[in-house]
Structure formats: C-alpha cells, structure tokens
C-alpha cells in the first residue's frame, strides 16, 4: 500500500506539475526532470523498504539513501548556477521546498516535516503568482500541482509513515538497489556537476531532518576532551587566538582553506574551516562564553548550556541549535543557514546574508531581529500543536519625500 500511494503521487499531481513545467518550457521544464528523477528515486527506495528489514548499519541506510540525496542536491545546484535566470523563482520555490523528500530520515513525527518544506517554498510561489497570474495562467497553474504534490505526500507519510520509515520486509537489505528509471537528463549537461560529491549529511535536508530531532539531536555527539581545550593543551595555542568581533573575517576571501579547528581558549569557543560534519557540539558551555563559528560548510552546531553570545561568520549550508543566549546571535556573510533555539535569545542581527532560517521558541518570542543587506529570511514560531508558522522579513521598502522634506519608508510587502 506505502508503494501504491506514492506511484499514486508520482502519477497524479507530479505529473500535473511536469506537463505545466514542460509547458512553460525554459528552466522550469529542465529543472522538472531533475525533480521527478528525485521521486523515482524514493519511490524504489519505498520499494527496497517494503521488500527487507532497516539495515543495522547507519552507513549502510546512508547508502541506500543516497540516490535521492544526489538528486536532492542536483536540483538545488541548479537554482545556483540558474540566479540569473527570467524563472529564479519557480526554481527557488522548488530548491527550497524538495528536502520534504528527506521525511525518510525524519522521526518520530515525518509528516510535519514535510509541511514544514512545503511552506519553506510559499515564499517563492507567492513570488511566482504576484508576477505571472495576470500575464500567463499556466504559471498558476503550476504552482498549484507543485502544492499539491508536497500535500498530497504529507498525507501520505501521515497515513503510511506515521511515526517514521517503515521496514516491513524480513533481513537486511545486502546491495545498494541499481539507479531508479528515469527520462533523458535535460540538455545542456549541468556544469562542474558531480552526482557522487554529495550524500545524506551533505544537503539541505539532512540538516533539517538534524534540526527536526529537537532536543535528541545532541544524542551520540562528540564531547570536547581536554587535549582539545587549549588551556589545558599549550600546543593548540600556536594556532593563534581568533578575534570575536562582530565584524566579518571574510576579507581574507580567495586564501586557501585550512585544516579544520575546533577549540576552546578560555572563555571562547573557536570553530572553524569544518566541513560536512553534523556531530559538533559545545559541551557544558558558560554565561560568559562566545562560540565563534568561521568558514564552517555543511555542518551541524549544537551548543548546550547558556552562552554569552554567538557569531557565525561566512558560513554556508549550517545549522546551529542552542539552548539560551544571554546577548546576540550574529550571522554575518552566509549563505542558507538556520538556526534553533530552545529557550531565550534577546537579539538576532542577520548582515549580508542569504538565506536565514530561525526557529523560535515559545520562550524566545520577544526577540529582536536586526536585519541588513540579506535576502531570504524566514522566522518560523512555534504552534500549539508543535508545528512552526512560518513569517517572511521584509526585504524591500519604499521612500517617498513628505512635504516636510523628510522621508517616509514603509513595507513592501509581496502578495500572492
């Protein structure tokens, strides 16, 4: 029935939405083969699901997982190397709303994810409505089979997925399952493109399928130990003291990247140049420390305890969980990341950044958020029910001069 369900999805609103997208042609038409890849690919992992049992290693699931994942990051490569394109928005909506894909490694609650995804790409729909309902319908109409889709998958992983992935077969899966069939891949080729450089913890859902765990993603993490604090290990001292500014680093652009770091000098907390790693935390962390996060990529940041304050400086595709800040979160030059708070946080400063991502708690409501030249940000808020609602920040205003020769700016606001 769990197979059933979801050719049901691949032949009904996916297929709406791939005839809309070849009608609209351009973008849109090449960037829908990369999308119903990604579903064929699920669609014979539900399959390899149904036929044997979960596999005992996790870097076995890693590998069967794997297929979509490359998808996954196929179709949100595209949205970048695409920012130009007169469709940015149908490819932004879709960039940001396909890890719904990675429900499979969501529990115990999949389901919320995949709204949570689906309202990750309204931002961009309403974009795509505002500029095309009144010049071309089948825009509307392609918004609407895409909703559907990622609707019509929430209820089933609801109904089929309740409180996670379901093995219903007998033994351990023993080989990856062979590539799922699929159309020929949209002309041109995609550049610089390489299928196998991502996996599961590489994309944009692995890290909110990280931060979707709540308070049990701290579980199985790496603890600091003492020849990693600095006080406690001169050596780690040569590497030279790292300034917590709120100002950006990021001048030293174009240098080579160096090996990573993670460590503590007395009250600061330095963590840096790490890449692809979703097991980093900061352990039993004070009132007056600072983490200072620099050039991390594709990473995970979980800090407990109350801190001081955190920058995250240049940082791309991360996400950072903390339990209370005394002071400020800074993002300063990022690129798609989120952050999570459990419990309060006075001041949130986002500068030069695109794509911010922050999930409040019901304790964190009063917060200040402090935006300037950034593009992409979203506050999800807590409901009574445990999912978020998700807000836009304005990014554009308008400045007309008032008869007192002062200036008058307001919001302006996108409507779908």
């Given at each position: 029935m769990s197979v059933l369900g979801f050719t049901d999805i691949i032949q009904g609103p996916l297929a709406q939405y791939n005839q809309v997208s070849q009608q609209i042609g351009g973008d849109v038409a090449q960037h829908s083969q990369l999308v119903q890849q990604a579903f064929r690919a699920q669609l014979q992992f539900l399959e390899l699901?149904?036929?044997?049992?979960?596999?005992?290693?996790?870097?076995?699931?890693?590998?069967?997982?794997?297929?979509?994942?490359?998808?996954?990051?196929?179709?949100?490569?595209?949205?970048?190397?695409?920012?130009?394109?007169?469709?940015?928005?149908?490819?932004?909506?879709?960039?940001?709303?396909?890890?719904?894909?990675?429900?499979v490694a969501v529990s115990p609650a999949p389901s919320p994810y995949v709204k949570e995804m689906n309202d990750a790409g309204q931002f961009y729909t309403n974009r795509v409505l505002k500029?095309?309902?009144?010049?071309?319908?089948?825009?509307?109409?392609?918004?609407?089979?895409?909703?559907?889709?990622?609707?019509?998958?929430?209820?089933?992983?609801?109904?089929?997925?309740?409180?996670?992935l379901v093995w219903s077969g007998k033994g351990a899966p023993t080989a990856a399952p062979p590539p799922p069939p699929?159309?020929?891949?949209?002309?041109?080729?995609?550049?610089?493109?390489?299928?196998?450089?991502?996996?599961?913890?590489?994309?944009?859902?692995?890290l909110f399928a990280q931060i979707n765990q709540g308070a049990n993603i701290t579980s199985n993490l790496k603890k600091v130990s003492a020849d990693m604090q600095t006080h406690k290990n001169p050596a780690l001292k040569q590497e030279g003291a790292v300034q917590f500014r709120g100002i950006s680093q990021s001048t030293g652009a174009g240098l080579p990247d160096k090996p990573p770091v993670f460590t503590r000098d007395g009250k600061k907390w330095k963590i840096e140049y790490q890449t692809r790693n979703h097991n980093l935390v900061v352990e039993n962390a004070e009132m007056n420390n600072v983490v200072y996060l620099y050039k991390c990529t594709e990473c995970t940041v979980t800090i407990r305890g109350k801190i001081n304050s955190v920058v995250i400086d240049a940082c791309k595709k991360t996400a950072i969980v903390m339990d209370s800040v005394v002071a400020a979160v800074e993002f300063i030059n990022c690129q798609s990341v989120q952050m999570q708070m459990f419990g309060k946080v006075p001041t949130i400063s986002i500068?030069?950044?695109?794509?911010?991502?922050?999930?409040l708690s019901n304790d964190s409501l009063d917060v200040e958020v402090v935006s300037s030249k950034s593009s992409e940000m979203n506050i999800l808020i807590p409901t009574a029910n445990g999912d978020f609602v998700e807000q836009p920040v304005p990014e554009q205003f308008k400045t007309v001069v008032l008869p007192n020769k002062t200036l008058k700016t307001t919001i302006v606001e996108n409507k779908g």
């Open positions: 699901a149904t036929q044997s049992g979960k596999p005992t290693n996790q870097n076995d699931l890693m590998i069967f997982l794997k297929p979509t994942s490359d998808h996954i990051a196929a179709i949100q490569d595209f949205r970048e190397k695409h920012r130009t394109s007169p469709f940015f928005n149908h490819l932004s909506a879709i960039s940001e709303s396909i890890p719904a894909l990675g429900w500029d095309w309902k009144e010049k071309d319908k089948k825009h509307v109409d392609w918004v609407k089979s895409w909703v559907q889709t990622l609707t019509e998958l929430q209820a089933f992983v609801k109904q089929h997925h309740t409180t996670g699929c159309g020929p891949l949209p002309p041109p080729p995609l550049d610089n493109y390489a299928p196998g450089a991502s996996n599961l913890n590489n994309d944009r859902s692995a500068d030069k950044t695109d794509g911010c991502q922050v999930y």
